[in-house]
C-alpha cells in the first residue's frame, strides 16, 4: 500500500522559509516521478513543483519559480521542497502526489496524479 506522508508546514512570517519532506512507502520510491500541490480555502488544487523519477528534471509553476526548490533523497525515500521569501498569498495545505505508473512524465496536472498525502498546512501571516 502507497502512503505519503508530509511533515514541515507550520506558521511563519512573510519573507520566512520553510522546508516540507513527503516519506513515502509501499514501493519503489525511485521509479516514480513526485510533485507538489497547494490548495487554499475556497481555491482549487494547483500545481506547485514536481521532479522527475530520476531527480535530473524539475517543473515550476510560474509563480514559485526562484522562490521554491524541489529535491528528492531516493535512499530515504523522501521528497522536499523548500520555501523561500514566503509571502502570505503561499498560505495554503500543501500535498505531495505521485503517479500510477512507473517512470512517468512530469506533469502539472492534478489528474495525473494518483497517489497523495494527506496535507501540511503553511500558514504565512503579513
Known amino acids: 500500500q502507497v502512503q505519503l506522508v508530509e511533515s514541515g508546514g507550520g506558521l511563519v512570517q512573510a519573507g520566512g522559509s520553510l522546508r516540507l519532506s513527503c516519506a513515502a512507502s509501499?514501493?519503489?520510491?525511485?521509479?516514480?516521478?513526485m510533485g507538489w500541490f497547494r490548495q487554499a480555502p475556497g481555491k482549487e488544487r494547483e500545481f506547485v513543483a514536481a521532479?522527475?523519477?530520476?531527480?535530473?528534471?524539475?517543473a515550476y509553476a510560474d509563480s514559485m519559480k526562484g522562490r521554491f526548490t524541489i529535491s528528492r533523497d531516493n535512499a530515504r525515500n523522501t521528497v522536499y521542497l523548500q520555501m523561500n521569501g514566503l509571502k502570505p498569498e503561499d498560505t495554503a495545505v500543501y500535498y505531495c502526489?505521485?503517479?500510477?505508473?512507473?517512470?512517468?512524465?512530469?506533469?502539472?496536472?492534478?489528474?495525473?496524479?494518483?497517489?497523495w498525502g494527506q496535507g501540511t498546512q503553511v500558514t504565512v501571516s503579513s
Open positions: 502526489a505521485s503517479p500510477r505508473a512507473p517512470r512517468a512524465a512530469l506533469s502539472q496536472s492534478r489528474y495525473d496524479y494518483y497517489y
Open positions: 509501499g514501493r519503489t520510491f525511485s521509479n516514480y516521478p
Open positions: 521532479i522527475s523519477w530520476g531527480g535530473r528534471i524539475t
